[in-house]
């Protein structure tokens, strides 16, 4: 449930070529036209459309055409993630998981949010105190909110509180994931939160992975809608259903792209760096200086945060990019596309120091009315200075 980067698989299990319908479906819709689907009546859209806002949010989907035939066939489909309380929220699990809950909502999905306190508290962030990690809870609710999060299909679900009104249920489905594991397996998951098999890991944190495996399950996920960090513990989930007697439907995995840091060479964003990504609660004058100061070398697209903001961040929330020049740079010019922001980009059309202008604007644009809230909500004020205060821990 920490935001770590890992994109490796860590199971048997080998993703089959997708259904030739599903793979047609999947490839007949641009970016462009996902942002359209988004504003259309849920009852208008189609199966095919369905779909493809759904495959949209993720860039593995396991299986394509088990969530074909889930949209098809099942009523009430069940997405969840899990979130670590652990401190200030970047913009990636801020607007873009925004946008990922908004497209399967929008679909009839419902989003169950597991505000995983236990687990913050197993992983000793906050010093494992209890309290402070349910406070920073509260808080990444009301960011979520603040900044245009459809609620109407999201429930919040308190992992300490659920667990504890339901204890039989949940701890028989560990012991039984336990049980039908060995200890190398668990130890190849424990990046799921941020170390490595290699770390010193306590008794707890060796426990974690069976625990969110069993999540999945407890609260009856079809989709586990996480970033690739945690693709190895949903995978495992998988193979635990093959073990069961009778057999578990096996949950889809759509996993969305783990966006990087804006310093040179880091892989993933970091909480404890401030330099490291953009808050969601930065004034305007910190996304400034930010954006100024982040890796984007001229004319090079791989590896570079501020193309990967436009890419994952302002272009679907905003649908465009806007950039200022002076005629003599080529003059104003609007970007709908990445394809197009990218061929100019490489081709030197378009210089960092006209793209960072323009891609601080508009994340200041997007992040304007979570700053509104939490100044003009006394509340949700005292909640942000109280988080504020307390260290951030790994």
């Known amino acids: 449930m920490a935001d770590q980067q890992d994109g490796t698989a860590a199971s048997s299990e080998q993703p089959p070529q997708a259904p030739a ?48 035939r889930m949209l098809e066939k099942k009523p009430n489909i069940v997405a969840y993630d899990g979130f670590e309380p652990s401190g200030r929220m970047h913009i990636a699990q801020g607007v873009l998981k925004a946008l990922n809950v908004n497209k399967l909502t929008k679909c009839g999905v419902t989003f169950k949010f597991w ?24 808080y990444l609710v009301e960011i979520w909110k603040a900044v245009g999060m459809n609620m109407e299909r999201v429930e919040f679900l308190s992992a300490s509180e659920e667990i504890n009104k339901r204890p039989d249920e949940y701890w028989t489905l560990v012991m039984d994931i336990a049980r039908k594991n060995n200890l190398k397996r668990i130890m190849r998951c424990t990046q799921i939160m941020g170390r490595s098999e290699n770390d010193e890991l306590s008794a707890a944190q060796i426990f974690y992975p069976v ?93 570079n945060p501020c193309l990967s903001y436009a890419q994952h961040i302002v272009l679907p929330w905003c649908e465009k990019l806007e950039v200022e020049r002076a005629e003599a740079n080529g003059g104003n010019k609007a970007y709908t596309t990445f394809e197009e922001l990218c061929a100019d980009y ?49």
């Open 21 to 68: 319908a599903a793979d047609a479906v999947a490839q007949q819709f641009s970016m462009l036209q996902i942002t359209e689907l988004l504003k259309k009546p849920e009852t208008e859209l189609t199966l095919e459309e369905k779909f493809a806002l759904c495959r949209s949010v993720g860039e593995e989907c396991i299986q394509e055409g088990e969530l074909l």
């Open 115 to 138: 505000v995983a306190d236990w687990f913050a508290q197993l992983n000793n962030k906050m010093g494992g105190d209890l309290k402070k990690i349910q406070v920073v809870g509260r």
């Open 211 to 303: 625990m969110q495996a069993a999540d999945i399950f407890f609260l009856k996920a079809d989709i586990c809608q996480l970033g690739m960090d945690q693709r190895k513990v949903n995978m495992l989930a998988r193979e635990y259903c093959d073990d069961c007697k009778p057999k578990r439907l096996k949950p889809v995995i759509l996993s969305h792209a783990m966006m990087p840091g804006l310093l040179e060479g880091q892989e993933k964003m970091s909480k404890s760096d401030p330099n490291s990504a953009v808050f969601m609660e930065d004034t305007e004058q910190e996304v400034k200086t930010k954006i100024k100061k982040a890796y984007c070398p001229p004319q090079q697209v791989a590896c």
């Open 346 to 394: 490489e081709s030197g059309a378009l210089h960092p120091a006209d793209l960072k202008p323009a891609l601080a604007k508009h994340l200041n644009a997007i992040l304007q009315p979570v700053r509104d809230h939490f100044e003009n909500n006394a509340e949700a004020k005292a909640l942000l200075k109280q988080v504020k205060s307390y260290k951030i821990t790994k």
